[in-house]
């Protein structure tokens, strides 16, 4: 089955990692003229935009610096899986005829934010809001920590172990060793992971991801108009999105993430098992964040993420190539992450990654995960 | 034992039973009528059902740690200085969970774990305010 709709574009912003003689905008912008650029398409074809991470009203920022008027736009705000549930929302306006060509862009310089003195991104501050009334004033303001908490449960509940979290952190790593455009490329072992300086207990270092600056955009568009530009297609053939809660301490189950219902919602909809997955792309905030993501949309069984990942099996060479452009852990990771999983997805499926390349990759999953395993967006690709 | 963090708590309207409770060293949780049933955190409605019918009673102040991390770090103002710190999240027994601090136990996961009995104590704030936090209990040895 297919949606109708696909990713005719995908591009990053012409320098990511450390860029701090670039604003936000400035990045969303290089990403959204590359990724149009790669689609053969111009501004002047956009007629819908998605954003989110940047101001109080999003897409009029965004729009205004890039001096388009599109005539539908959302500003949906989930965390980092935000971008994946952009697609989502762009197949049903494209589906509802309320627009025909969506740009989704996504810019943070939240490393070079830091020397500046600017806030990441808007935050409310209210000590009245729940995070501030009951979560912050005990510590927990922020992703580590909650991401913690979630990973402590499972590792109580299921046996699931530190080395088995820094298997993931090395397989990501080595494929970030085969991407130029990677921000730590240098190999490191599960001995490292365990070695690296605490963040937050159950987390080493090496269990979380970048801080960087980086942008990105993709172009989404009917199939019917796709075919036409006379580019590789990829077509999403399904999506879903869901969410559970805000507060770490409301989440009703701490170790099932929204991923679950997302997941069974995309693949159904695209019609094809786990199995046919060739290539997958899983947000990965922390090694956790991934392990319990790939029991959510079904890879293994509930409990089973820890054996699943073992023996390097999301590496190179592995029987389940998973972050092929070195994730959030090594690649990149500007605060937000879902739209480089959506650009990697698309390269890997075009057989554009050159070293990295999965061999005969013809089906791709891309999981995003937002705030504090709040919200997940899950979009099933495939070449066609 | 080493000094807790000492945050500042700037008590919103609809949980002020709470927090007028904790100062006076009681723990007190939010109920709905309708349902019925506890709930957590205090809010305007019951997340279950919509009821308004809401009231404040009495709790055990008793639980169990349904999970923790330990702070090595920590970028928030006031609490930079107070690593290795614990913040835990404890199941009620009336049900609710919440967020915590827990204390009386080294910032040491062969210290800690989840399921152990917890209860309510409170660590005093600068203001006169009392936060309640949570400490291991011994099974059976405490009124």
């Known amino acids: 089955m297919s949606t109708g709709v696909a990713i005719v574009g995908v591009g990053e912003a012409d320098e990511i990692g450390v860029v701090p003689d670039k604003s936000a905008l400035d990045l969303h912008a290089e990403g959204a003229i590359n990724a149009l650029g790669d689609a053969g398409l111009e501004l002047g074809d956009v007629d819908a935009l998605f954003t989110c991470g940047v101001d109080f009203t999003p897409t009029l920022l965004v729009g205004d610096y890039l001096g388009i008027k599109p005539r539908y736009s959302s500003s949906d705000s989930i965390g980092g899986s935000s971008f994946v549930a952009h697609v989502h929302e762009a197949i049903m306006a494209i589906d509802a005829g309320a627009c025909e060509v969506a740009l989704i862009t996504h810019g943070e310089t939240r490393r070079s934010n830091r020397k500046r003195g600017v806030p990441p991104r808007p935050t409310h501050d209210d000590p009245w809001m729940p995070d501030g009334q009951w979560e912050r004033i005990y510590g927990v303001a922020s992703p580590p920590a909650a991401y913690a ?89 399904g999506s879903g999105v869901a969410q559970s809660h805000y507060a770490i301490s409301q989440m009703p189950d701490l170790t099932e993430s929204p991923a679950r219902i997302s997941g069974d919602v995309a693949f159904a909809q695209a ?24 029991e959510d949309l079904g890879f293994c069984a509930k409990g089973e993420g820890g054996d699943f990942v073992s023996g390097q099996r999301t590496a190179p060479g592995g029987d389940f190539p998973m972050n092929t ?60 | 034992m080493r000094p807790l963090p000492t945050p500042h708590v700037s008590p919103a309207p609809v949980a002020a039973p709470f927090w007028d409770a904790a100062a006076r060293g009681e723990f007190v949780l939010p109920f709905c009528d309708a349902c019925p049933g506890f709930f957590f955190y205090p809010r305007v409605i019951c997340p279950r059902c919509g009821s308004r019918e809401i009231e404040w009673r009495p709790a055990s102040g008793r639980g169990r740690l349904h999970t923790f991390c330990i702070h090595h770090q920590s970028a928030l103002p006031g609490f930079r200085d107070a690593v290795p710190f614990v913040s ?45 936090v949570f400490r291991p209990r011994q099974l059976g040895g405490t009124p």
């Open chain 2, 88 to 132: 835990a999240i404890v199941e009620l027994e009336e049900g609710p969970r919440l967020m915590t601090f827990l204390t009386d136990v080294e910032p040491d996961p062969a210290a800690i774990s989840c399921e152990m009995p917890v209860e309510v104590a409170f660590t005093e704030l600068d203001d006169g305010q009392r936060l309640p």
């Open chain 1, 271 to 294: 019609g094809v098992s786990r199995d046919d997955v060739d290539v997958a792309q899983i947000y990965d905030s922390f090694t956790y964040t991934v392990l319990v993501e790939l």
């Open chain 1, 149 to 237: 908490l979630a990973a402590t449960r499972h590792m109580h509940e299921y046996g699931t172990t530190s080395e088995q979290l820094a298997e993931i952190a090395v397989a990501t790593r080595n494929w970030a060793a085969l991407n130029p455009r990677a921000f730590h490329r240098e190999p490191i072992t599960i001995d490292d992971v365990l070695a690296s300086p605490w963040m937050v207990y159950p987390f080493h270092l090496l269990d979380c991801c970048l801080v960087t600056d980086a942008g990105g955009a993709v172009v989404v568009t009917s199939v019917e108009r796709a075919r036409r530009l006379g580019r590789p297609v990829v077509e999403v053939l």
């Open chain 1, 325 to 384: 452009s070195g994730g959030g852990l090594s690649y990149t990771h500007p605060g937000m992450f879902g739209i480089f999983l959506l650009i990697e997805a698309v390269r890997q499926l075009r057989g554009e990654c050159e070293e990295r390349q999965v061999a005969d990759a013809e089906l791709a999953v891309v999981s995003g995960m937002g705030h504090y395993l709040s919200s997940a967006a899950t979009a099933v690709l495939a070449r066609t």
